[in-house]
């Protein structure tokens, strides 16, 4: 069983910046590909970015292209999300993700574990 927690959410001004973190506890993400999903309210959770378990392969949404940027520190079992730029349409909850082996996938019903959200707000 792989447990996940998110941190970093918050409330920031357009234009500003926040980094999310996804942390395990009890395991490492070695052999997990892990995601970031986000749902905003009455809309359906969507895809934002993933990293690959096999060579740390990177896949953005195009709304994050040039915005936001995923990594992992193995050693802290922890994946980042650095989201610059923020706009006030990524204000949602935001979800950490991870599947066993396979590829990275856009599909939420494909990942096995999932943490319990953060709150991330964008200000006009």
């Known amino acids: 069983q792989v447990q996940l927690v998110e941190s970093g959410g918050g409330l920031v001004q357009a234009g500003g910046s926040l980094r999310l973190s996804c942390a395990t506890s009890?395991?490492?993400?070695?052999?997990?590909?892990v995601a970031w999903f986000r749902q905003a309210p009455g809309k359906e959770r969507e895809f934002v970015a993933g990293i690959s378990w096999r060579g740390g392969s990177t896949y953005y949404a195009d709304s994050g292209k040039g915005r936001f940027t995923i990594s992992k520190d193995n050693a802290k079992n922890t994946v980042y999300l650095q989201m610059n730029g923020l706009k006030p349409e990524d204000t949602a909850v935001y979800y950490c993700?991870?599947?066993?082996?396979?590829?990275?996938?856009?599909?939420?019903?494909?990942?096995?574990?999932w943490g319990p959200g953060t709150q991330v707000t964008v200000s006009s």
């Open positions: 009890g395991r490492t993400f070695s052999g997990y590909n």
């Open positions: 993700a991870c599947n066993r082996f396979g590829v990275v996938s856009t599909r939420s019903i494909e990942f096995d574990y």
